[in-house]
């Protein structure tokens, strides 16, 4: 194991010092500053799976066998890879970095977009480094029972009441 330790500084902020721990042992080959700004940008990650559970709201997987999972999560990979590839054209055409593109703009361009349209420039999201949101719920789960039952075996019940 290979320790590393370095500090973050943001103005506004206290210093934080971060411990690293890594299997990655060779300092010439792994430097501890690539290493560091790799931690640091493992957000992006999160970001990233946001916007498959969110944004293409894929968030809850329907389907009941094995086989249907694997071709729900080979579709989620496919859409998810088309659109950063337009994100990607984009960022290029507009020469910005990838991460500035809007993913739900790339998205929506491809939901409209008809053969032969060229890709048009795509909002840029502004750079907040630093920037740091709540983990909360916006909306409330309804305050219904799951459905459990057919939707018509649910209606005769209702009915019979």
Not at 36 to 49: F, G, M, S
Not at 133 to 161: D, F
Request: one cysteine or more; proline letters at 6%; hydrophobic letters at 40%.
């Amino acid at each position: 194991m290979r320790e590393l330790r370095y500090r973050i500084r943001q103005p506004g902020y206290r210093t934080r010092e971060v411990l690293l721990l890594t299997t990655l042992l060779d300092p010439q080959a792994y430097p501890a500053e690539k290493l560091a700004e790799l931690y640091a940008d493992r957000w992006q990650i999160e970001v990233n799976l946001r916007h498959l559970k969110q944004t293409l709201h894929l968030d809850v997987l329907r389907c009941k066998s094995l086989a249907g999972v694997h071709k729900a999560l080979l579709m989620i990979a496919l859409a998810y890879n088309l659109v950063q590839l337009v994100m990607l054209r984009a960022a290029q055409t507009q020469r910005v970095d990838v991460h500035r593109i809007s993913f739900i703009d790339a998205l929506h361009w491809l939901c409209h977009v008809r053969d032969g349209d060229p890709l048009c420039r795509l909002v840029l999201r502004i750079h907040r480094p630093g920037r740091h949101e709540p983990r909360v719920r916006k909306r409330r789960p309804k305050n219904y029972p799951v459905m459990r039952q057919p939707r018509t075996a649910l209606r005769n019940a209702l009915l019979q009441q």
